[in-house]
């Protein structure tokens, strides 16, 4: 894993400990070995009074090495001999080295301290930070709990409550608060730290300053009568904000053991909940999300290309609507001049008034100074024609899903916009194709698709299509990093991937109410589950208008698997549109709080009786269990289709494009890696057999059948899947599998698809790889 400390005395009888594992000091094994030699040595040579430890280049650690979880988690131990011993780090080296080292020791910390890289600074007996360091315990967000002593150590230092917070919440402390809080003993200029920290590891040798160990610090802990109140409240509260997490509630165990049975008895009910933890499903679905989230930006074909973004300073915006505002607010919060344009005045002072309520909202929340407020809107400005378009970089077209209409725009488009300009469209599910087939420009339309409130969820859809520029892609995920999104490079086709993923996701669940389900029991199981909302009640908060022109394109282009009810045609005859009527399948009072609605169910009888569809009793007693399955297999299905056919080029883009567009839950990785937790098997099993009973939306694809057949998962990490076109570039199909190798670092599981049969293709592919695990033809 790398890394290491280096040990250097001074004339002053310092030994500076530095913590080197390039980028930001991660603590691999290699570098918590060396840490325990460097103070072994240290604490032997008679040249050394005192210690500091410290982080190369201006950042102490940003914490214990992802990267060693994987192997772990699949049963390989981290180290063999001494070191891998019960509770080794926490207890052997950072409690018996570093904190019972009868040299005082002090922290210099700049930069990040974050995990373990804390959990190290807490063991020394004094730490010396700057204003601008963050420190934090994070490891929650990982679906496991601070391993190195941090549950024992940080309510010693900050007290039971702050403490809880800072674990539970996973946010970090700046210098200045951690330093009011008393976790830190004192701020100082970044130039002058290593300095101040080595005065004051002498002072503390002198008795000038105190030396603490806070292993054993108990002014700021609670008498346990309170303390247990504490304690309670936190998890009473854990269990309310995540009701399906086991973490936060092992967290707050782990705190009660060492608060009762002394921190000692903390520390060992630590290492064994982290063992635990870590081999849990939640754990290796969030570091899954964790990885899958970085990796979004690492295209093959076109990341590795060497392009570099070009400069993209100004952005014009077609259509104020809802979304059009959203994406304006998020470009000229990040510094991007922009030009909304509207049809007319009314409408275009309705738009710039929405971009203007947005900031105003985050100036109320504390978000937004007014001072940047007025900056931030000097940077818009309206228009009604496209004279003021000569100069843009980009525009993005927002405006209704109306072929022709987005037809005409990017014909005009054309005509007035520079050579260079990117023409991006916000389109949720129509095939860029169609929205480009007027224009020669086929090299620079892509899909920019934004998710409502634009400005505020986190995920960007860039869809290309097989003329899509790769200078174009770069330079749109260079916009969506500016702008704080995570964006996610997906193929052209109906829906891209969010969207197409997830049009069964409705679907089924109308399928289950028309044959005799409980629509609110429906939501129920799913908002369980983890979903921020049931499929009715997001019908309710998008609107039956775009329910239904979305879900009439994939009834328009994937008519053999789609499920045709009347149910919400019928509601929009007696005026029901959702949220905004306050009527849909909900009602609404003033605040927008939902409550079931009695009359719903005359729609759902007359549904059934246009379709002819009679009830089936099983339905009406699903355990939570079979609603979910039912909902959410048909969506595993469509996901695999969508990887199947090369719309993404990783599973776990999809599954970031899941966990960010539609809010499924992080902490079960995603659709495709929770079908993979599920099992291919049982999901073809439980498809075929509801096919069979109703029909062919639940029928398994292709993939998936094959996937069950060979017992295999839907997705491995390292996984590649290649097509190989008839008829294709061959040199260009070989850069873009030898790219794809070189992204991935194990390369254990090589699928090759030959689309079509001939010989050629067959041996073009076999002289790509001389190993072939599993070999696919249709």
Same mark, same amino acid.
């Given at each position: ?333 990040? $510094? ?390 008839? $008829? ?51």
């Amino acid at each position: 894993m790398g890394g290491k400390t280096t040990i250097s005395v001074g004339s002053d009888g310092v030994a500076i400990i530095t913590i080197i594992n390039p980028p930001v000091n991660s603590l691999s094994v290699d570098v918590l070995l060396s840490l325990k030699e460097s103070f072994d040595e240290a604490l032997q040579r008679d040249d050394v009074k005192a210690i500091v430890v410290t982080g190369a280049k201006g950042k102490f650690s940003g914490g214990f090495d992802i990267n060693a979880f994987g192997g772990i988690q699949g049963g390989k131990a981290m180290t063999t001999g001494l070191a891998s011993k019960p509770g080794y780090v926490s207890i052997d080296i950072l409690s018996d080295t570093v904190e019972a080292a009868r040299k005082p020791s002090v922290a210099a910390i700049d930069g990040l301290a974050l995990g373990g890289g804390l959990e190290v600074a807490m063991a020394c007996h004094a730490r010396i930070a700057t204003s601008s360091a963050q420190l934090g315990l994070p490891e929650l967000q990982l679906g496991i709990i601070p391993g190195f002593g941090g549950t024992q150590r940080l309510p010693r230092l900050v007290g039971l409550a702050k403490a809880l917070e800072m674990m539970l919440t996973s946010k970090p402390l700046r210098g200045e608060e951690a330093h009011n809080l008393g976790l830190v003993d004192a701020i100082v200029p970044g130039d002058e730290l290593v300095d101040i920290a080595r005065k004051w590891a002498l002072d503390i040798l002198a008795r000038r300053k105190p030396w603490v160990p806070s292993l054993y610090k108990t002014d700021k802990i609670e008498p346990l009568g309170e303390a247990r109140e504490i304690l309670n409240f936190a998890r009473a509260q854990a269990r309310k904000q995540a009701p399906n997490l086991q973490h936060p509630q092992v967290c707050i165990d782990v705190i009660e053991e060492g608060i009762v049975s002394g921190p000692r008895a903390g520390l060992i009910k630590e290492y064994e909940s982290f063992q635990v933890l870590l081999k849990s499903d939640t754990c290796k679905s969030l570091i899954h999300v964790f990885f899958a989230q970085r990796g979004t930006t690492k295209v093959p074909g076109v990341t590795d290309l060497g392009l570099k973004p070009r400069q993209i300073r100004k952005v014009a915006i077609l259509g104020g609507g809802l979304m059009g505002s959203g994406i304006a607010t998020a470009l000229i919060l990040n $510094g991007y001049q922009v030009i909304l344009k509207e049809v007319n005045q009314k409408f275009l002072d309705a738009g710039l008034g929405r971009v203007k309520a947005n900031l105003t909202s985050s100036v109320k929340k504390g978000k937004l100074t007014q001072e940047k407020f007025e900056k931030t809107i000097t940077r818009l400005k309206g228009a009604l024609d496209y004279e003021s378009f000569k100069d843009v970089d980009m525009v993005i077209e927002a405006v209704i899903e109306n072929v022709s209409l987005k037809q005409q725009i990017f014909s005009d488009l054309e005509k007035y916009c520079s050579p260079n300009c990117i023409l991006a469209s916000n389109t949720s599910t129509i095939d860029l194709n169609l929205v480009g087939e007027k224009t020669k420009s086929h090299d620079r339309i892509i899909g920019a698709h934004f998710f409502s409130p634009a400005h505020v969820m986190p995920l960007l859809e860039i869809v290309r299509t097989s003329k899509t520029s790769p200078q174009t892609v770069v330079d749109l995920l260079d916009v969506g990093k500016k702008i704080r999104k995570t964006p996610v490079v997906v193929g052209n086709c109906t829906g891209f991937a969010v969207n197409r993923m997830f049009f069964p996701y409705t679907q089924a669940a109308l399928l289950l109410v028309e044959r005799g389900a409980d629509v609110y029991k429906i939501d129920r199981a799913i908002t369980k589950f983890g979903m921020p909302m049931g499929p009715f009640r997001l019908c309710d908060l998008v609107g039956f208008g775009v329910a239904v022109a979305t879900g009439s394109q994939f009834v328009l282009n994937f008519p053999e698997r789609t499920y045709k009810s009347m149910l919400i045609p019928l509601m929009q005859e007696d005026k029901r549109a959702g949220e905004t009527t306050r009527k849909g399948f909900y009602v609404y009072d003033d605040k927008r709080k939902a409550s079931p609605d009695p009359e719903i169910k005359k729609y759902i009888d007359k549904a059934r009786e246009i379709s002819g569809i009679s009830v089936d009793p099983k339905l009406g007693k699903l355990s939570d269990k079979d609603i979910i399955e039912m909902v959410f297999f048909p969506v595993v299905n469509e996901a695999c289709r969508v990887y199947a056919e090369g719309i993404a080029v990783k599973a776990a883009d999809l599954d970031i494009a899941g966990v960010m567009g539609m809010g499924f839950p992080p902490y079960r990785g995603g659709i495709m890696f929770w079908g993979d937790l599920v099992g291919s098997k049982y999901i073809h099993e439980r498809l075929n057999e509801w096919s069979m009973m109703y029909g062919g939306f639940f029928k398994p694809c292709d993939y998936l059948a094959q996937r069950a057949a060979l017992g295999a998962p839907l997705c491995t990490v390292g996984s590649i899947k290649i097509a190989v076109m008839r $008829g294709g570039d061959q040199h260009h199909i070989l850069v873009s599998c030898m790219s794809e190798l070189n992204n991935v670092e194990r390369r254990f599981n090589i699928i090759v698809i030959i689309i079509g049969r001939k010989r050629g293709a067959i041996m073009f592919t076999f002289m790509l790889f001389t190993t072939i695990y599993q070999y696919v033809l249709f």
